[in-house]
């Protein structure tokens, strides 16, 4: 059974940074691809970041683009998300999700395994 962990959010004042980890286990971690979602209230959940199996390519949706940074390593079963310059736009439930997908996939229908999220509130 695979299970996603995510820490890490928090409540930082806008221009700050946040750094998210997910843990995964129940699966052989280097055959997903992983992402990092949001979801507002309100609002529909979105993509914000994914990494293929390897780590060599990664996406970005365009409202984080060059402030975020998703990376991963397979040797400990851990992907991260590295947000700076967070605006208070980026508050959100951030979920961890597992695709078996190859590429850097953006849509949450290709992503079969999510975590429980967690919580990020920027300020103004």
């Known amino acids: 059974q695979v299970q996603l962990v995510e820490s890490g959010g928090g409540l930082v004042q806008a221009g700050g940074s946040l750094s998210l980890s997910c843990a995964a286990s129940g699966l052989t971690f280097s055959n997903y691809g992983m992402g990092w979602f949001r979801q507002a209230p309100g609002k529909e959940r979105e993509f914000v970041a994914s990494?293929?199996?390897?780590?060599?390519?990664?996406a970005y949706a365009d409202s984080v683009k060059g402030r975020f940074r998703i990376s991963r390593d397979n040797a400990k079963n851990m992907v991260y998300l590295q947000m700076n310059s967070l605006k208070p736009e980026d508050t959100a439930v951030y979920y961890c999700?597992?695709?078996?997908?190859?590429?850097?996939?953006?849509?949450?229908?290709?992503?079969?395994?999510w975590g429980q999220g967690t919580q990020v509130t920027i300020s103004s």
């Open positions: 990494i293929t199996r390897s780590g060599g390519d990664t």
């Open positions: 999700a597992a695709t078996t997908w190859y590429g850097s996939p953006r849509r949450a229908t290709n992503f079969g395994s």
